[in-house]
């Protein structure tokens, strides 16, 4: 059970390499795509669940989110060719901008490299997981949905500027500060 969350993680990084192999139109991107957001839940759950959370592991879970989103976002405008208007496009500016930003001072003020698991930045990832379908399939665009991920990059971002410590697992900025061992 120690090592299932960072498998699940090194399968949500291959499979999302697959799903560029894939058609969007095909039952086995779906199933895929469905897997790697299941994935992503099921692998903090069960380190959490089973107290097996580690600093690597919560790092290798980042990086498995940051490629499967790129890897969407490219699918998206890229091999779809879906028009983006200026409202979506200035919104990923900003948040692509601050989430920019927040490397930056992880890196230089905590010597090292992350994006924190905050419940902003989860609900950012569900809001995402979910739009991605209603887009590409239903052709609906949920505007009101796009101000979660600009709310948490900028919570994100005050957490790094006010923090004496980096803790990947924190998760607001009204939580107080907690240790990962």
Not at 100 to 115: A, D, E
């Amino acid at each position: 059970m120690k090592l299932l969350p960072n498998l699940l993680s090194f399968a949500r990084i291959a499979l999302s390499i697959l799903m560029l192999l894939l058609t969007v139109s095909s039952g086995l991107f779906l199933i895929i795509y469905l897997f790697c957001g299941l994935s992503d839940i099921a692998d903090g759950y069960i380190a959490r669940h089973y107290h097996v959370e580690t600093n690597l592991g919560a790092k290798l879970d980042s990086l498995a989110d940051f490629i499967f989103w790129l890897i969407v976002f490219y699918i998206l405008i890229v091999r779809i060719n879906f028009e983006i208007d200026s409202f979506i496009l200035t919104i990923s500016i900003l948040v692509a901008s601050v989430r920019l930003i927040n490397f930056i001072i992880t890196r230089n003020k905590f010597k090292q490299w992350g994006m924190m698991h905050t419940l902003g930045n989860k609900l950012t990832g569900l809001v995402l997981f979910l739009a991605f379908p209603l887009w590409v399939y239903l052709g609906v665009v949920p505007y009101f949905l796009a101000v979660i991920p600009l709310l948490s990059s900028l919570e994100e971002c005050l957490i790094l500027l006010t923090a004496d410590t980096y803790d990947i697992n924190r998760k607001s900025i009204w939580q107080s500060k907690r240790t990962l061992t």
